[in-house]
């Protein structure tokens, strides 16, 4: 699915609560909090918000609950949408196709979460989660169970086909702590070197411990209005220029399958990269700021590369040489990404994209910041946007 | 003790041939191509007529990862261990488990390998592999 939007909806407004390991809070609570917090912060009343959207994996609340909670007079759209990584960032662009489409007119998108006090994705403490059905009825018998299990498979095929090595992996995760040490809402800030990471203890080989995200309590939330509403709103509109979500063939059985895949050295991005760049009318050179998906260091590497902003196989060169860096060539995940500042599976990248393009990022503000581009990975199939100021 | 597959219509005769340690792919009739996972139609011409044909016991590695930190308790007994795809023939790739391979700094992309069945007490078959050792495949 592709889709071009040609400025017709903008974020009005973004919202966030604490990010935590432990809220103490129902998750219907921090989702009505970001919700809240998103509409004051858009000048909207909250009764012009006329849809809502979310996005889970059994660990949220729904939609209606929001609406109802919030008190929304009336609800002209709402759906709960199953996924994780691979569909995140294109419930925005699913916003932007509502009001766009005349369907609604103000759409509010969260996604709120205990993911680590409560409901944590990896499964551990919750063993009745692995169920050993559908496609997972071939992977989970040989104990390959968990997110870092399965994208370690896919990083080590990256690492034979390239010849990637664990400190390129490293670097990803080196330079983001960087940036979350200029983000008070980052939950981790102190400092990380390369040795610290070589030093990590190893969870799924290839892939050590700082490979992999966090897991958090908390929610993001943004509002997505028509274009012609948002330029007489207080915020500096961000537009959405255009988005997609797709893959290329055999995605699998499974909600986010991807043994079945050709080659799993490289992902989603290269299948739908053109399509992304010809509907939003720019190009990777254009982008200023990204926040690149990155549930795992290698998942970062692999995007970068399919969305053309290197050729295959050159973004671990890249990235040593401060390409990624706040200064570089694109700056990549300023807010320290899922690896530091925090897991709320992708929308705190949108916010932090938004942030940078009304120039509110403070001292990790990249300079002059114009374009961005916020992506969503599963492997096989993903997502992204692109926005402009 | 493993997690035991629950197989669906479409996969049971996948697990049976495995209980009888015999590995098989499901074929299309019409364009006999073989595919794993087995499903509904084939995913090449859409026919929805399949044979089970027997794969040969060798296989090629193509990934693997060492789990370190399983999650749960069955696994974690066994940490850690070898998750690995292999390739068996074209078209057919599969999820499975490394046994025997005591140094895993040796394992490389492309390494031989044999299928190995175990019987799991719970009434379930597994199909793992296995290094072949240097001299047998010297010996052919």
Redo the contacts between chains.
Sequence with gaps: MTWQHHRQAAITGVGRTLFSKESGRSVLDLAVEAGLSAIEDSGLDVAEVDGVLTYALNDSVYTQAVATSLGLPSLGFYSNIDGGGNICVSTVLQAAMLVSSGVANNVLVYRAMNGRSGHRL???GN?GM??????A??????????Y??YI???A??HM?KYGTTSEDFGRVAVIQRAHAARNERAMMRAPLTLEDHQGS??????LRLFDICLESDGACAVVVSRADRAKDLPNIPVHVLGGVLGGGP?NG?GLDGF??TDD?ADCYAADVADQLWSASGVGPRDVDVASIYDCFTYSVLTQLEGFGFVKPGEAAGWIASGGIDLDGDVAVNTNGGMLSEAYIHGLNGVIEMVDQLRGDCGDRQRAGAEVALATGFGVTTGCAVVLAR | MSLRPIPDQDSQQFWDACKAHRLVAQTCRRCERPQFPPGPRCRSCRADEFTWSRLPETATLYSWVVIHHAVIDEFRREAPYVAAMVDVVPGVRMPTKLVGCSDVDSLFAGMQLTVEFVDDPAGFTLHNYRPVAEERSLAG
């Design positions: 990896g499964g551990t063993v692995f169920r050993a059905d559908g496609e009825q071939y992977t989970m018998p040989f104990g390959w169970m968990s870092p299990q370690a498979m896919a080590r095929r034979i203890r190893i969870i799924a080989d290839p055999a059985y043994f079945m799993m």
